[in-house]
């Protein structure tokens, strides 16, 4: 049964380190000869559900670059975007036409900071597999081991939130928390067939408070900021002497975690870095340039906004919150003008949402932080907010070349909204992943459902 048979069967049944402080265990090592570089395992076996062409035509486009068409005609065939009109771009006959009259179209929205699938719905502890708490550096731990794809919270982002794609992070206790992954939000029986096709690898890094409190209250080290920067530069020190080796011509041990900190120090890996502090946001650039590597992202980054400008020429996307303050120390400073003010700086900005329920409305967030900057005298336009989450997030993850804007050849990952996004009023009423209509609001068998759901109460809910 292909993967299409299987997600109508299934709707159809719902009635709709290695320790890098110490010697590493004989699991995680053994000997090879060249070539250096080891090809990834674990490949993609994605392959996008089948789909129709499709015109959708009276609608408002927003194309996710900080472009906006009235009145528009947006055409997708073969699953990818074929074109992007005004009122008077042809149709091609016999194929399918929708009406977006009143309505909006924008790219798939991406979330550039998910748990879903490691810390999954229902949240119960035998579902806790996000933070590999045993060491404070462990990169050699991967976040779609972890993943559950019967997550129903995946089917929620997608029907309430318009989530095309998402980055599954390991959680923040560890200095170095192990590789990230990103997700096409399709349903499939195994991680594989989830996983983008030819998305870079993340490597999650966490500052502050949560490294040096989980350490410290363990009596070893980091229990203090600079006991975080001591190890993560220790750690980086044995990462350039593995590439040496690696590089050498010469046979060497694997080594998984020194293999991810190799490949960041290549250029293939993008560290997504959790950090609040503007100090320590700029101590990490500072670390990055010192061993070679590039920060992609600083995730939270309540503190921005004080160092706009150096993220700014150093090409560091934040992603933020909207509002989330307080909740501890290093949030304290946190402003909801963050956002507003990084694009006023020319600064990327990313609205994020680190929570199973901020995923399902990240369009209402980006608005939050939009009228915010208003308040304070910030224009900032509804298309420029949309880039938000579409085109910034692809950036940052490496895929802008495939989705995040409605270019032609770009994957056709669409949400047609039932109203402006960017009202609390609207939600997603249809949504195309490369092509496939995977949600549709008026038809209760285009709506995913886990296996895992069925025959539960609320299976298939999307209020």
Request: charged fraction near 20%; include cysteine; charge should be neutral.
């Amino acid at each position: 049964m292909n993967k299409f048979a299987l997600f109508l069967l299934t709707t159809a049944l719902a009635g709709c380190g290695a320790q890098t402080d110490g010697p590493a265990s004989a699991s995680t090592k053994a000997a090879i000869k060249p070539p250096a570089k080891v090809e990834a395992p674990f490949t993609s076996t994605y392959k996008a559900y089948p789909g129709q062409a499709t015109a959708i035509r009276n609608v408002t486009i927003f194309d996710g670059e900080g472009g906006r068409v009235d009145n528009g005609v947006l055409f997708m065939s073969g699953g990818k975007i074929s074109s992007v009109g005004g009122p008077d771009a042809a149709i091609p006959a016999d194929i399918r036409v929708v009406d977006g009259a009143g309505k909006f179209v924008t790219p798939g929205i991406i979330d550039i900071h998910s748990h879903l699938g490691d810390y999954p719905t229902p949240s119960v502890e035998a579902h806790d597999d996000g933070n590999e708490a045993t060491s404070p550096t462990t990169p050699e731990v991967w976040a779609e081991h972890s993943v559950w794809p019967q997550d129903p919270g995946f089917s929620r982002a997608l029907t309430n939130g318009g989530i095309t794609s998402l980055q599954i992070l390991p959680g923040s206790a560890n200095l170095m928390g192990g590789r990230s992954v990103v997700l096409k939000n399709v349903y499939a029986r195994t991680v594989q067939g989830m996983k983008f096709p030819g998305a870079p690898y993340g490597m999650k890094m966490a500052c502050g408070e949560n490294p040096k409190r989980v350490y410290g209250t363990k009596g070893r080290m980091p229990s203090t900021r600079m006991g975080n920067l001591a190890v993560n530069r220790q750690t980086w020190i044995k990462a350039q002497e593995y590439r040496k080796k690696r590089d050498s011509g010469k046979e060497y041990s694997r080594d998984l975690g020194m293999e991810t900190l190799a490949g960041v120090l290549d250029g293939d890996i993008l560290i997504q870095n959790h950090c609040y502090r503007a100090d320590e946001m700029a101590i990490v650039l500072d670390m990055a340039k010192e061993f070679g590597y590039k920060v992609s992202t600083f995730h939270h980054a309540v503190e921005s906004y004080k160092i706009a400008d150096l993220l700014r020429d150093n090409g560091v996307c934040s992603a933020v919150w909207a509002d989330w303050w307080g909740f501890k120390m290093e949030a304290y400073d946190a402003i909801p003008e963050n956002a507003a003010i990084l694009q006023n700086s020319g600064a990327c900005v990313i609205i994020h949402s680190d929570d199973e329920n901020q995923i399902q409305r990240l369009n209402q967030e980006a608005a939050k932080a939009q009228a915010d900057g208003r308040r304070m005298g910030i224009q900032i336009s509804d298309a420029e907010v949309i880039k938000w989450l579409t085109y910034n997030p692809a950036k940052a993850l490496g895929i802008a070349d495939k989705t995040g804007s409605l270019k032609p050849g770009k994957m056709a990952d669409v949400v047609l909204w039932n109203g402006d996004p960017l009202s609390v009023y609207s939600r997603p009423e249809m949504v195309w992943i490369d092509g496939a209509l995977m949600y549709d609001a008026k038809d209760p068998k285009r709506r995913p459902v886990s296996d895992f759901e069925l025959g539960q109460p609320g299976e298939g809910d999307v209020k």
